[in-house]
Structure formats: C-alpha cells, structure tokens
C-alpha cells in the first residue's frame, strides 16, 4: 500500500535555454516532448512518481508564468499543489517554500526533491531506488542525495565523492570501498565539474559518483537543516504558517519571495551540514543539459541519426540530431556530427561540438 506520508517535490521553474530554439523563456523545455515519445519532459516526471506518492501529495514548483502550461499538462494534480514563484531565487528558497507548506499538510511527511527535465531510461531500478531511499530517511536524521554511477570522465556534471569508511547499512556487495547494491554512504565531499584530467582521476577511483539533484529527507531533516544552516531563509518562510494552504498562500510568496536570498540547496544546505548521505545508484539517467546528451539517448539509425519530424530525408550524413516541425519537408545531406533544429520561426544548424555556444546565439537573433 502506497505511504500516504511520501511527498514528492518537483522543480519545473527553469528556462532551458540551452535547448534554443526549441526551448524558449516562453515554454522551455520540461514543457517539451524533446524525445518526441508523446509526452513532455514535466509528464515523464509526475508519471514516474506516481508510484511512490498519492497524486495529491505531489507538489510542482515552478514559475507564476508557467503556471497554465502546468495545470494544461498535469490536470490530474491539485490546483493548490502547483507552488508559483513570482521571481526566480534558485532551489533553496523553492524547496523551503515547498517544505513549509508541506509543515501545515503533513508533519510526518517524507520527502523527494527532484527536477523536472530529467531523462530516466531504467524507471524500475529507479523506484526501488527510491523507495530504499524513503525507507532510510524515515528511519535517520539524514539528507540523502543520489550519486549515479558514472560510465565515462564526464566534465559536464557536479561530482559526489563519497566515504568508504562510513557505510549503512552493511548490505549488498562492495566496489572500491562503495556498497554497491542498496548501501547508503557519508558524503566526504561535493566536487564542482572537473576538467578531463580529473575526471578521468574521479572514475578511477570508484568513490565518486555524479551529482543528480535528487534529494531525500524527513520534512524534520530539511527543516532543521534550514533553521541551522540557512536560518535566514527559515525565518522568511516561517512567518508565513498560518497562511499556507489558505486563500492568503499566494500574496505572502508574492510579496516575500523576491526579499529571500538567491542561493542554490547545494552551496546553501548540503555542503555545510554534517549528515549528509549518498545513496549509489544506476538507472540511466541524464540530466539532459545539451542537445549532444539529448542525441545519445535517443533512438538513433545505423548512420547515428537521430531525427524528429515525419518528412525529413537524411543523405550521406551522420551521428546528427535533427527536430523539425510537424510536416516541414526537409533534406540533409553530407552532414556530419550537425544540430539542426527548427522551432519558433528560427532554424539552427550548428556543430555538436560548437553547442555550449548557443545562448551566443540565441543571444544574436534576439537583440
């Protein structure tokens, strides 16, 4: 039976400007079907977690903006569970709003943080995962982060060097020191995105796992954590317990929100408290952060093509990512390792290798 105390949290405020032009301020790219399965990036996510928690006790937090694009996608979930930022202040204050609201619902609660826009190929392994997860932060005073398994020297990812010395519980196989099955580990310490050198030292050593963003805890853990590391941010959505879930919720946000600090939970919370904890895991997952991280986990030909639209012809060419609007006609030919994209009256065609210079120019056709 599903625990009625498992709240889930789902952050869906960011731009993805990355994924220009298909991905705009607009409607960026949770709100997108960027694999072109049938349903939005937002929709994988709330489906995915369906499992775990009631559907009413999944919670969106996302932009006052995107609020119609939200109840449009997600009309299974309550009105009042859609959380509206006026301002965009980072995931710290979002996850406070979110923790404090679910104080008036639930005190028991136990809680996931996780984005919106996150491509998970292994939902079972995923589930389990989080399940073992809850099971632990409901049992221990702990934050719990997810670490993946890493599968090459990736230096578009944060890294989480966990603590062989410090394993609970004592279960599963170990690696290198690591539990490798259901064990949970100390965090040692959060490492910033290497460069190729040292990642390639990260891999080696088989206590460093890529840093998700998916958070686990108690809404008694976050809370305290919050009050003890960030007791500024607490105090701010403190004074607001006796209007959340009220009629009064929303213009306390509105007119608070925009004073609160803008401070990510990893600078914030994580890497100052002490109870810290990594959970190892490895259910392909990516944060698709990039058309080329898009590119490797679609569908792709024998040439390496991956391609989006219903009339596109592809010749003599590979290893490309192609999107085009429903019944554009399009012919590509003699391309090689190409984004080309075509959304919101702008095409693009550009280098995989050249793609970190997109908001460039995303930049130029704006201005």
Request: aromatic share 8%.
């Amino acid at each position: 039976m599903m625990n009625k105390n498992n709240y889930i949290v789902i952050m869906a405020g960011g731009v993805g400007s990355r994924f220009w032009p298909m991905s705009t301020e607009e409607k960026p790219k949770q709100f997108l079907d960027v694999l072109g399965i049938g349903k939005t990036l937002l929709q994988q996510t709330v489906a995915r977690f369906k499992t775990v928690a009631p559907a009413e006790n999944i919670l969106i937090v996302t932009s006052s903006k995107y609020k119609e694009l939200v109840i449009a996608q997600c009309p299974e979930l309550l009105g009042s569970n859609i959380l509206l930022e006026p301002c965009m202040r980072n995931t710290a204050p979002c996850i406070a709003y979110a923790a404090y609201k679910i104080k008036g619902l639930n005190p028991d609660a136990n809680i996931v943080v996780a984005p919106s826009d996150h491509l998970i190929t292994n939902e079972a392994e995923f589930i389990r995962i989080i399940e073992n997860g809850l099971d632990f932060t409901a049992n221990n005073e702990t934050l719990l982060t997810l670490g993946i398994q890493p599968h090459r020297p990736e230096t578009g990812y944060g890294y989480i060097q966990a603590s062989p010395e410090d394993l609970l519980p004592p279960s599963g196989g170990t690696q290198g020191g690591v539990v490798t099955e259901r064990g949970v580990c100390k965090v040692a310490a959060f490492k910033e995105k290497p460069n190729l050198e040292t990642a390639k030292k990260y891999l080696a050593s088989g206590d460093f796992f890529w840093n998700s963003g998916i958070f686990l805890w108690s809404l008694k853990s976050i809370i305290k954590a919050f009050e003890n590391d960030l007791s500024e941010v607490a105090a701010l959505f403190a004074k607001g317990e006796s209007v959340y879930n009220t009629n009064q919720e929303q213009a306390f946000i509105d007119e608070m929100f925009p004073t609160c600090m803008n401070i990510s939970i990893d600078y914030g919370v994580m890497e100052k408290a002490d109870n810290i904890y990594v959970q190892p895991a490895d259910f392909g997952w990516s944060d698709l952060g990039t058309w080329g991280s898009l590119w490797e986990k679609r569908e792709r030909c024998e040439q390496g093509n991956t391609v989006v639209g219903e009339q596109v012809h592809v010749f003599e060419s590979s290893n490309c990512i192609v999107n085009m609007p429903k019944g554009k006609k399009v012919v590509i030919q003699g391309l090689d390792d190409y984004i080309v994209v075509e959304d919101n009256e702008v095409l693009m065609i550009c280098k995989k290798e050249e793609e970190q210079r997109i908001k460039e120019f995303r930049a130029a056709v704006l201005s």
